[in-house]
C-alpha cells in the first residue's frame, strides 16, 4: 500500500510541476507580447514622426537603425494585420527570441534569410512566427481558409515595394531551401510546382520568367515541423 501511494504521491506532483510550467510559459508569453506590441507601436511611431507620416511610405528608417542597425525595411499587409520592422542578421537564429529592438523577446521579429543579398534577389524567404492572436505572421494563416489580405508592401525608406500573393501551400520543416539557389526561372519554377502540389490557396496563376518571389514562411501545426509559405510575386517597385 505504501509503494502505491508514493507513486499516486509522485504523479500527483508531476502533473502539479507540469501545469505549474504550463501557467509559468503562459504568462511569460502574455508578458511578452505586450512588451513587443508596445516595442512595435514605439517604432513605427518613431519612423513616422521623423518622416512624412503617409501609411503609404514615407518612413524614415534611418532613426531605426541607430536603435538596430539589422532594420533595412518596413513590411505590412493591406490589412494592417502584419505591420513590423524587418530586419536581417549574419545567421537565420538571431531573431527567432529577439525583438527588432534588439531585445529578448519570445515573438522574435520578422526576418529576411540572412542568404538574401536584398530585396532585389529573385528569390526572397522572409520569416515570422505564427502567433494565436495573429502577431506577427499569425494572420497568415487565413490563406488556409479564406486570405484577409493579398497584397504586402515592403518600405525601404526610399522606394515601396508591392507584392501580391499567388500560391500558398505548406511543406515540411526539413526542405531546406537556400535562396541564392533559385537564379534562374527553372529553379523558381520548380519551387512553384513543388508548393501546388501542397497548396492550400491556389487561384491559378501563371508564373512567368521576369516574377520576383517574395516568400512569407511561418510555422503551421497540423502535424510536426510543417512550414506554411505565402509565395508573392513583386507588381510594383
Not at 529576411?112 to 492572436?133: A, Q, T, V
Request: glycine share 8%; hydrophobic share 40%.
Amino acid at each position: 500500500m505504501k509503494g502505491k501511494r508514493l507513486i499516486i504521491n509522485s504523479l500527483i506532483i508531476l502533473v502539479a510541476i507540469f501545469f505549474a510550467y504550463k501557467t509559468l510559459s503562459y504568462l511569460r508569453l502574455q508578458v511578452d507580447e505586450k512588451k513587443s506590441m508596445e516595442a512595435y507601436s514605439g517604432l513605427r511611431t518613431q519612423a513616422l514622426s521623423k518622416g512624412s507620416g503617409s501609411q503609404d511610405g514615407g518612413l524614415d528608417l534611418t532613426s531605426l537603425r541607430a536603435i538596430n542597425p539589422d532594420i533595412f525595411a518596413w513590411i505590412r499587409s493591406q490589412d494592417g494585420a502584419i505591420d513590423y520592422p524587418l530586419v536581417q542578421a549574419g545567421d537565420n537564429d538571431r531573431y527567432l527570441h529577439t525583438g527588432a529592438n534588439g531585445e529578448r523577446n519570445a515573438l522574435g521579429a520578422i526576418f529576411m534569410d540572412y542568404r538574401n543579398g536584398s530585396l532585389e534577389d529573385p528569390f526572397i524567404l522572409i520569416y515570422g512566427h505564427m502567433m494565436k492572436n495573429d502577431l506577427m505572421f499569425g494572420s497568415l494563416k487565413s490563406f488556409k481558409t479564406q486570405p484577409k489580405s493579398l497584397e504586402f508592401y515592403l518600405d525601404t525608406g526610399d522606394k515601396t515595394i508591392k507584392t501580391r500573393a499567388v500560391l500558398a501551400g505548406i511543406l515540411s520543416g526539413e526542405t531546406i531551401l537556400d535562396p541564392r539557389d533559385f537564379s534562374t526561372y527553372e529553379k523558381r519554377q520548380d519551387f512553384y510546382r513543388l508548393l501546388q502540389k501542397e497548396a492550400v490557396y491556389d487561384p491559378g496563376y501563371d508564373l512567368q520568367p521576369q516574377d520576383q518571389i517574395i516568400n512569407l514562411v511561418t510555422c503551421t501545426y497540423e502535424r510536426a515541423n510543417l512550414r506554411l509559405f505565402i509565395l508573392t510575386v513583386v507588381e510594383e517597385s
